[in-house]
């Protein structure tokens, strides 16, 4: 537990020892965000502004979360190999992933409103739509990065090994929001919430399960 | 490696012989049989000894293939990555054909030859992981790390799979039967005639399956041996 915690600390310090790659993924999210304001101007069609969120929120993940163990030279993974066990690493890798895509949806969202605004009826559901999709989105990603890493940092690799497995989360995530964009009750959206969790720990159940094998060289 | 099989009957093991029996079963009693007539499905309802018979063993070929890809985990052995691997690329093979016969059932029953329906869309994205699978393979030149990451992902590709097919589309509503409160083919099938065709069916295409993997097994040893 104390590992874990500590090579969160360690990913948090060495983020921002390098913070042109922080400001980078802000500055994408921001100009995209910018170009879609530029091409639609406006979006009347709730679900259309729903599924473009979604989209910005998927490259931007892609984005954030490819480097994770891109960034990592084989050296470092040997240091890291000595230090710690697979299981922790995975499991900090996946936490801190999550503050990252929390972080980075919620400048998303920010700027989404300020330049496209704000349909949304129920806030604080969309809020928690808007977790559990990065919880989910930092699970499959963290454990594709790994994959993508090991085959020859390619990033076109880890797109294509990513976007399918993402399917059903980001499909879910979709209604989910799109339910409380519509300020439906709770109990409507209880259902997605219970498939959600278990998509999501199930992903996080295959990754600490599977890392061990992917990590030894 | 080649084992020569004591049973062999004509230079074929029995299973093959059954195999080409119960093709041949399948096709010519497949469309001879007496089915029941019903509104919109007509003739069309002998496609399920075809389509859904093919994605059954479909389905047996990338259980086979997630067995291996975990045995080939356990103990590092070769032979299970090609066995793994094998399997899973049979088992593309036979989705690719699962689709294009329920294409093709799509239009003469629905009316469009791809409808935006949930149980289809996960059918396309399984095919998509599955792919991916084959790219990942590809990319990849040592053949023990090969191994070992598409094992990996394979584990992956399969619980989607089950994600897409199984638990999805039972989530919405779908046009596909036995999906969303639609009834499924059993239903129809009031005189248990059409199983007499739809289970040889199942086995002889999971033999067919099982026999093109079998030589592709064998020719990947012999190329890995030189």
């Not at chain 1, 990913?11 to 802000?26: D, V």
Request: charged letters at 10%; a positive charge.
């Amino acid at each position: 537990m104390s590992a874990i915690i500590f090579l969160i600390q360690k990913e948090i310090q060495s983020e921002w020892r390098q913070k042109y790659a922080f400001n980078g993924l802000l500055l994408y999210v921001i100009s995209t965000v910018f170009v879609c304001y530029l091409s639609f101007r406006q979006i009347v069609d709730l679900p259309t502004w729903n599924a473009l969120f979604w989209i910005i929120q998927l490259f931007a993940g892609v984005n954030a979360i490819s480097k994770s163990f891109l960034q990592e030279g084989r050296g470092r993974m040997l240091y890291y190999y000595t230090l710690t066990n697979a299981r922790s690493f995975i499991i900090a890798k996946i936490i801190y992933n999550l503050l990252l895509m929390l972080v980075l949806s919620s400048f998303n969202l920010l700027f989404y409103s300020l330049f496209i605004g704000n349909p949304v009826i129920d806030m604080p559901m969309f809020l928690i739509a808007m977790f559990l999709g990065s919880a989910g989105f930092s699970a499959v990603l963290s454990m594709v990065s790994a994959i993508a890493s090991k085959a020859g940092n390619n990033f076109a690799l880890m797109s294509i090994l990513s976007f399918p497995i993402l399917i059903p989360l980001l499909m879910v995530t979709i209604r989910f929001s799109k339910n409380a964009m519509d300020g439906l009750a709770w109990s409507v959206n209880q259902n997605f919430a219970v498939i959600l969790v278990a998509l999501i720990s199930m992903v996080f159940g295959l990754s600490y399960l599977l890392f061990p094998y992917l990590w030894r060289d | 490696m080649i084992k020569k099989s004591n049973s062999l009957f004509l230079g074929l093991q029995w299973w093959k012989w059954l195999c080409i029996a119960l093709l041949f079963y399948t096709f010519i009693q497949g469309l001879l049989i007496e089915v029941p007539r019903l509104p919109i499905l007509h003739e069309t309802i002998r496609n399920l000894f075809f389509h859904v018979t093919i994605w059954f063993s479909m389905i047996i070929m990338m259980i086979s293939s997630l067995i291996y890809g975990i045995r080939y985990l356990k103990s590092n052995n070769l032979d299970y990555d090609i066995k793994a691997s094998e399997t899973a690329y049979t088992g593309v093979f036979l989705g690719v054909l699962g689709l294009l016969t329920g294409s093709l059932w799509a239009k003469f029953t629905w009316g469009a030859w791809w409808v935006n329906d949930a149980k289809l869309n996960g059918a396309a994205a399984t095919m998509l992981v599955y792919l991916a699978y084959i790219v990942l393979r590809g990319s990849i030149d040592d053949e023990n790390k090969k191994a070992r990451i598409s094992a990996v992902y394979g584990v992956f590709a399969f619980t989607l799979m089950l994600v897409f097919i199984m638990i999805l589309p039972r989530l919405t509503d779908s046009l596909h039967p036995g999906n969303g409160g639609n009834p499924g083919f059993s239903k129809y099938d009031l005189d248990s005639n059409m199983r007499t065709v739809f289970y040889p069916a199942v086995i002889a295409w999971a033999l067919l399956a099982s026999w093109i993997t079998d030589i592709r097994i064998r020719i990947k040893r012999i190329s890995l041996q030189e």
